[in-house]
């Protein structure tokens, strides 16, 4: 049986709310099911203006204590606000909208207690509909299978190569002696890749596991902060200002190897690419022009042909023809179809 210290619980659970009325019930009773007790469960209403604040009122749990702010003061200043207030030993750092396996934070902890030298741990995700319908699910990469943790060395060319496929947010647990000593999430820097700026600042000192095992449905939703951040975005993606932070602060151009650099290309032409069907659709044609005079990385594509790098060749050659034909208005039209499924609201 787990004695449960309100005073003193070994974790805390941190969430940050914004208009999470619709799913916040579900996720809270995911995790007061929890077969690991021993936890605060810290909620922060982040100045919604919804129903949010009537959900965290309907919850009668000694383990949860709610805090409310007012107005909306960003998502990781938000999650920051919260952390400050966990008292655990172990804090998990989870979302408002998503579904938690009932095992997680007992797997977690499992996996601090085993490891001390592991500064944090996440795991893999199954991923719902708005509906809480399963559609899919994250395996961790055959290369760190069987590994108890990984290092800063096994995880970066791994980002340059994949962007970030490994680390799933809202699975975060970490040791609070680790976060005091990185400090908080960075977004007036690195905004919505903030997370992904996080956890490599951690395994550049201490070791992260990464659990196979999927211990959270993971929300998928036009709604959600990333599908808003994706939508008839211009400017270029975070993960690169990451990324070139990092390659620049421990000199890693130099260590990649050629396939590295390869792929790496690749993710920066297939998100230029993005970008040149935005700036189409919103009907900038000279802004895309300049996106798309940039040459495609054949090397990458003969090395290591996918599907993927085909259809951003073939999306390429799609614009530039509609460019030299001045179809414009019928080029975007085919674009927020093809990108978009025909919906842009």
């Keep these: 049986m787990q004695i449960v ?146 290092t800063y060395a096994d995880v970066f060319p791994f980002l340059v190569r994949n962007k970030n496929s490994l680390f799933c947010c809202p699975t975060f647990m970490g040791r609070r002696t680790v976060l005091n000593a990185v400090g908080p999430f960075a977004p007036e820097i690195f905004d919505i890749a903030s997370d992904e700026e996080y956890y490599l600042r951690i395994i550049r000192r201490y070791p992260i596991a990464v659990l196979p095992d999927r211990l959270v449905n993971y929300r998928v939703s036009r709604r959600q902060w990333s599908s808003r951040y994706r939508r008839l975005r211009t400017e270029e993606e975070r993960h690169f200002q990451v990324i070139e932070h990092y390659m620049e602060l421990d000199g890693w151009r130099g260590r990649l190897s050629s396939s590295d650099l390869r792929e790496y290309a690749f993710h920066r032409c297939d998100d230029e690419t993005f970008r040149a069907v935005n700036w189409l659709i919103q009907g900038d044609i000279e802004q895309a022009r300049n996106l798309l005079e940039r040459p495609y990385p054949w090397s990458t594509f003969l090395a290591n042909p996918r599907r993927r790098k085909l259809r951003v060749m073939l999306l390429r050659a799609l614009m530039r023809l509609g460019l030299g034909l001045r179809t414009y208005r019928s080029l975007a039209r085919l674009l927020i179809c093809t990108e978009y499924g025909g919906q842009l609201a």
């Design 5 to 150: 210290s309100l005073d003193r619980p070994l974790v805390s659970i941190c969430i940050s709310a914004y208009n999470a009325e619709g799913v916040l019930g579900t996720t809270l009773d995911s995790l007061l099911r929890q077969t690991y007790a021993d936890f605060e469960l810290i909620l922060f209403d982040n100045g919604s203006t919804d129903g949010t604040a009537r959900v965290i009122a309907s919850i009668h749990d000694p383990r949860v204590r709610a805090l409310h702010g007012s107005p909306n003061v960003g998502g990781y200043q938000g999650m920051n606000k919260v952390v400050g207030e966990a008292r655990g030993e172990f804090i998990a750092i989870y979302h408002a909208d998503d579904v938690y396996e009932p095992t997680i934070v007992e797997t977690e902890v499992a996996c601090l207690q085993t490891y001390p030298q592991v500064g944090a741990v996440l795991a893999m995700d199954y991923f719902i509909d708005d509906d809480g319908k399963r559609f899919g699910f994250a395996t961790l990469p055959p290369e760190f299978q069987g590994r108890p943790y990984l």
